[in-house]
């Protein structure tokens, strides 16, 4: 699988090796081949020109991505993630379930923000190909799609041209809220769970978990 991966990765022109590198390893995480990860991924790379930015490696950026839930948009999100490195494990990207594929990308430090929306006439592309119509739509899981079926699916989005692809909206004044991480932690004197201390509450003078909390 990962050699095969490597080999879909690497025939993709357009794409410097760093950028060829995070994309093989959004595949390998997102786990099947598929067009909705890689438009994500386009997506992601298109927002960072437009801020005139850099894949986020700290907290310095976060995005706010509109997909929903149970209507093939996960995959976008995971290829947003990568492309930009705002991930929800670093907690810098939010959802905001609107059922559409569109994002925000923010940039915190200079306060300035994109949006980014794909395209609707790529969309119903993409939901009238035959990844959609002939497998997915009849429960056909996505690591059951025939790879000739998949592959060119992949593809399709690095061989347009990124206007073919989103409106990007800005850049444009975004105000931050400024705010400190906790790196303090707290024990709960009920369960014994270890409790970040910015999620610890006080009950009756002990320190206790949410879960333990009463409230």
Not at 161 to 185: A, Q, T
Request: glycine fraction near 8%.
């Amino acid at each position: 699988m990962f050699d095969r991966h490597r080999e879909i990765v690497n025939s993709i022109e357009g794409l410097d090796d760093r950028e060829k590198e995070f994309l093989y390893s959004a595949l390998n995480l997102h786990g099947h081949i598929c067009g909705g990860m890689p438009m994500g991924y386009v997506a992601g790379l298109a927002a960072l020109k437009a801020l005139s930015c850099e894949r986020e490696k700290n907290m310095d950026k976060f995005v706010i991505i509109n997909v929903g839930d149970k209507h093939a948009a996960g995959c976008f999100a995971d290829g947003v993630q990568f492309a930009t490195g705002c991930t929800f494990g670093k907690g810098v990207m939010k959802k905001e379930a609107k059922g559409k594929w569109t994002f925000m990308l923010v940039d915190k430090v200079n306060e300035k923000a994109v949006k980014v929306k794909i395209k609707p006439e790529l969309l119903k592309k993409a939901f009238s190909a035959p990844f959609i119509t002939e497998y997915r739509i009849k429960g056909v899981k996505p690591t059951d799609v025939p790879a000739e079926v998949a592959e060119p699916a992949f593809k399709r989005p690095f061989a347009l041209k990124l206007e073919d692809i989103v409106n990007v909206e800005g850049p444009f004044e975004f105000k931050v809220s400024k705010g400190k991480s906790c790196f303090n932690l707290q024990i709960c004197e009920i369960c014994g769970d270890a409790i970040a201390e910015n999620y610890a509450r006080i009950v009756d003078g002990k320190i206790v978990c949410l879960d333990c909390f009463p409230y």
